[in-house]
């Protein structure tokens, strides 16, 4: 299994309900996916403007497959362009 954090820092000028509305519809798509075991948005309880994907997978595999996926080329993009900064870490349990 794979986890992933992807954590991102919001621009000062975005519209955090736009952000949101978008995180959400790729939450939801990437949830549907076969090889998803968790895909969730968090919210930094000291700074709302960093927000967190915590995702598991459970394989590299589908990994791979869900950052080719349709719903990853639309929405990312967008997404990246609201965030001044974004630090993305992988995992392995030992």
Do not use: F
Not at 47 to 61: F, G, K, Q, S
Request: hydrophobic letters at 40%.
């Amino acid at each position: 299994m794979l986890r992933v954090v992807a954590k991102g820092k919001l621009k000062s000028d975005v519209n955090k309900e736009e952000y949101l509305k978008i995180a959400r519809k790729l939450v939801a798509e990437t949830n549907k996916e076969a090889g998803c075991i968790a895909y969730i948005l968090h919210e930094d309880i000291n700074d709302p403007t960093i927000v967190t994907m915590i995702e598991e997978w459970v394989d590299e595999e589908a990994l791979n497959k869900h950052n080719a996926s349709e719903h990853v080329r639309n929405l990312v993009p967008g997404l990246r362009e609201m965030r001044e900064s974004t630090e993305i870490n992988l995992y392995r349990e030992v």
